[in-house]
């Protein structure tokens, strides 16, 4: 009975362990895809590169159009780097559901900004309640740990553990198999090598790769393809696989209820397919003149949250 309890307490562990350790991949995956200076790192080194490293951020600023003279320059990209702290300075403004940081053209100048420009040369402006402003861009560095949002930080602080996880949840998952396999062959009388050589025995194999010949094809593949190509089964390139399948793995699991039930769903790309275009339509601009449905009203902003 003890031995019994055991073998289910491995099999939660196991699963639960799994789950972990998945769900950490995937969101490092994420973080990674983000931050393309992590692409490469180990999981244990992710978080000094991150504390050690510098990100260059892109924000829209916006400059009080009676600072704008005509033939002025535009690109002060040149500029000696400012103290970033000039950023706090800026004003937030949200425009035609862009967001803008409004600076004195001073700041904007000491930051190192570059004004838009349109085909004649002129400053492209924007109007705020009556207000002209001139738009550009401003450019500066920052560190990537803090640009970095709390939950992105824990999964860098944890991204050490995620090979230990691994480690146990394969040690849980043998324990789990060893035990079973005993319990199993304790069950029917006989030893376990005895009920071992019962169970795989040329026929049983070869059963089980005709009923399995996909997996096992994928497999075999999968070991090719990393034997020629070293790159193919690194962890960049898995976190990437787990994260291309992620989306694709749900729409799988609505399929795979039906394919148990002997039946099938042709539906789901189509599904998936139609819910991207209705996205599509949905996110367009209220302003944009060539709308797919002109006459739609444009929806509240606090639908999308």
Known sequence: MLNR????????????????????ALSLSDVVRLYPGLEGIGNGAVKSTAQNSTVSISMSALVPGDA????????????PTADVGLIDNGVALTINDTEYTLFTLEDFVALGGKLTTG????V????????????????????MWDNMNGFQRLLLHVAGVLNYL????????????????????????K????????????RKIWKFIT?????????????????????????????????????RFIIALGVSGCLITRGTDLSAG??????????????????????????????PSSWCC
């Open 5 to 24: 309890k055991t073998v289910e307490l491995l099999k939660t562990v196991s699963g639960l362990l799994l789950c972990i350790a998945v769900f950490l």
């Open 68 to 79: 704008l003279t005509e033939g002025m320059e535009t690109d002060y990209s040149d500029q």
């Open 119 to 122: 085909r004649d040369g002129g």
């Open 124 to 143: 492209r402006t924007v109007e705020y309640e009556g207000v002209t402003y001139g738009t550009g861009t401003v450019r500066y560095e920052e560190r």
């Open 166 to 189: 691994m480690v146990l949840f394969l040690a849980a998952l043998l324990c789990f198999v060893a035990m079973s396999v005993a319990q199993t062959a304790r069950a029917q009388e």
């Open 191 to 202: 030893s376990v090598s005895g009920y071992l050589a019962d169970k795989f025995t040329p």
């Open 211 to 247: 009923n399995n010949i996909i997996i096992v094809l994928i497999v075999l593949f999968s070991i090719a393809v990393a034997i020629h190509n070293p790159n193919f089964a690194n962890e960049s390139n898995i976190r990437n696989l787990l994260s291309n399948t992620a989306v």
């Open 270 to 299: 189509r599904v998936a397919g139609f819910a991207a275009c209705i996205s599509a339509i949905l996110l367009q601009r209220g302003d944009y003149s060539s709308r797919f449905y002109p006459d739609m009203p444009e929806l």
